[in-house]
Protein backbone atom coordinates (compact mmCIF):
# COMPACT_ATOMS: atom_id res chain seq x y z
CA UNK A 1 0.00 0.00 0.00
CA UNK A 2 2.97 2.22 0.81
CA UNK A 3 3.60 2.45 -3.28
CA UNK A 4 0.29 3.40 -4.00
CA UNK A 5 0.51 6.18 -1.74
CA UNK A 6 3.70 7.58 -3.37
CA UNK A 7 2.23 6.86 -6.73
CA UNK A 8 -0.84 8.40 -5.68
CA UNK A 9 1.06 11.72 -4.36
CA UNK A 10 3.74 11.60 -7.71
CA UNK A 11 0.17 11.54 -10.38
CA UNK A 12 -1.72 14.20 -8.07
CA UNK A 13 1.66 16.38 -7.58
CA UNK A 14 2.31 16.48 -11.48
CA UNK A 15 -1.51 17.09 -12.39
CA UNK A 16 -0.91 20.05 -9.86
CA UNK A 17 2.32 20.76 -11.98
CA UNK A 18 0.45 20.68 -15.42
CA UNK A 19 -2.78 22.62 -13.93
CA UNK A 20 -0.30 25.88 -12.41
CA UNK A 21 1.29 25.99 -15.94
CA UNK A 22 -1.61 25.63 -17.64
CA UNK A 23 -3.40 27.92 -15.76
CA UNK A 24 -0.48 30.44 -16.06
CA UNK A 25 -0.21 30.30 -19.81
CA UNK A 26 -3.38 28.58 -21.64
CA UNK A 27 -6.06 31.01 -19.18
CA UNK A 28 -4.62 33.73 -18.39
CA UNK A 29 -6.04 35.71 -21.61
CA UNK A 30 -9.47 33.47 -21.23
CA UNK A 31 -10.02 34.17 -17.48
CA UNK A 32 -10.34 37.23 -15.47
CA UNK A 33 -8.08 37.76 -12.21
CA UNK A 34 -10.46 36.09 -9.60
CA UNK A 35 -10.98 33.17 -11.75
CA UNK A 36 -7.13 32.53 -12.25
CA UNK A 37 -6.93 33.39 -8.23
CA UNK A 38 -9.31 30.71 -8.18
CA UNK A 39 -7.86 28.66 -10.33
CA UNK A 40 -4.24 28.99 -8.71
CA UNK A 41 -5.51 28.33 -5.55
CA UNK A 42 -6.94 24.65 -6.61
CA UNK A 43 -3.44 23.92 -7.97
CA UNK A 44 -1.65 25.12 -4.51
CA UNK A 45 -4.33 23.04 -2.23
CA UNK A 46 -3.72 19.90 -4.87
CA UNK A 47 0.06 20.62 -4.66
CA UNK A 48 0.38 20.46 -0.68
CA UNK A 49 -1.96 17.51 -0.37
CA UNK A 50 -0.04 15.43 -3.26
CA UNK A 51 2.93 15.71 -0.86
CA UNK A 52 0.63 15.13 2.08
CA UNK A 53 -0.01 11.40 0.44
CA UNK A 54 3.58 11.10 0.42
CA UNK A 55 3.64 11.75 4.33
CA UNK A 56 1.12 9.11 4.16
CA UNK A 57 3.17 6.43 2.80
CA UNK A 58 5.62 7.11 5.62
CA UNK A 59 3.18 7.12 8.06
CA UNK A 60 1.74 3.75 6.63
CA UNK A 61 5.40 2.04 6.26
CA UNK A 62 6.44 3.26 9.60
CA UNK A 63 3.30 2.61 11.56
CA UNK A 64 0.45 0.39 9.93
CA UNK A 65 -2.94 0.87 10.65
CA UNK A 66 -6.19 2.17 9.69
CA UNK A 67 -5.28 6.02 10.44
CA UNK A 68 -2.92 6.21 7.90
CA UNK A 69 -5.33 5.18 5.03
CA UNK A 70 -7.82 6.39 6.06
CA UNK A 71 -5.69 10.49 5.92
CA UNK A 72 -4.61 9.14 2.49
CA UNK A 73 -8.52 8.42 1.22
CA UNK A 74 -9.43 11.75 3.10
CA UNK A 75 -6.55 13.38 1.14
CA UNK A 76 -7.39 11.64 -2.24
CA UNK A 77 -11.17 12.65 -1.51
CA UNK A 78 -10.22 16.34 -0.63
CA UNK A 79 -8.21 16.83 -3.80
CA UNK A 80 -11.32 15.77 -5.93
CA UNK A 81 -13.96 17.83 -4.00
CA UNK A 82 -11.85 21.20 -3.18
CA UNK A 83 -9.50 21.29 -6.20
CA UNK A 84 -11.61 19.58 -8.29
CA UNK A 85 -15.10 22.00 -8.14
CA UNK A 86 -12.33 25.03 -8.14
CA UNK A 87 -10.84 23.99 -11.00
CA UNK A 88 -14.92 23.59 -12.71
CA UNK A 89 -15.75 26.77 -10.94
CA UNK A 90 -12.63 28.48 -12.71
CA UNK A 91 -13.33 27.32 -15.88
CA UNK A 92 -17.10 27.43 -16.05
CA UNK A 93 -18.34 30.74 -14.02
CA UNK A 94 -21.03 28.11 -12.32
CA UNK A 95 -21.10 29.37 -8.30
CA UNK A 96 -23.08 26.59 -7.40
CA UNK A 97 -19.86 24.59 -7.97
CA UNK A 98 -18.77 26.32 -4.61
CA UNK A 99 -21.09 24.68 -2.93
CA UNK A 100 -18.99 21.87 -3.26
CA UNK A 101 -15.86 23.50 -2.29
CA UNK A 102 -16.50 23.46 1.73
CA UNK A 103 -17.17 18.98 1.97
CA UNK A 104 -13.25 18.75 0.10
CA UNK A 105 -11.86 21.30 3.12
CA UNK A 106 -13.41 19.18 5.87
CA UNK A 107 -11.85 16.04 3.69
CA UNK A 108 -8.70 17.73 4.18
CA UNK A 109 -9.03 18.44 7.28
CA UNK A 110 -9.99 15.32 8.95
CA UNK A 111 -7.13 13.79 6.57
CA UNK A 112 -4.72 15.78 8.74
CA UNK A 113 -7.19 14.69 11.69
CA UNK A 114 -6.24 10.72 10.78
CA UNK A 115 -2.73 11.55 10.01
CA UNK A 116 -2.33 13.23 13.36
CA UNK A 117 -3.78 9.94 15.05
CA UNK A 118 -1.54 7.66 13.39
CA UNK A 119 1.72 9.67 14.67
CA UNK A 120 0.20 9.96 18.38
CA UNK A 121 -0.93 6.48 18.63
CA UNK A 122 2.15 4.96 16.72
CA UNK A 123 4.00 2.19 18.62
CA UNK A 124 6.75 0.38 17.55
CA UNK A 125 6.07 -1.31 14.22
CA UNK A 126 7.32 -5.06 14.19
CA UNK A 127 9.18 -6.31 11.25
CA UNK A 128 7.92 -9.38 9.47
Same mark, same amino acid.
Request: glycine fraction near 14%; aromatic fraction near 10%.
Given at each position: MTRAWVAAGAVSAAIAVAAGAFGAHALRQRLGADALAVWETAARYQMYHALALLAVAGAAHA $? /? #? +?? %? +?????? *??????? *??????ALALTGVRGLGAVT? *?? /? /?? *??? #? $? #???? $?????? /? %? +? +???
Amino acid at each position: MTRAWVAAGAVSAAIAVAAGAFGAHALRQRLGADALAVWETAARYQMYHALALLAVAGAAHA $W /G #G +RA %P +RAAGAL *FVAGTVL *FSGSLYALALTGVRGLGAVTP *FG /G /GA *FLA #G $W #GCLA $WAALRA /G %P +R +RSA
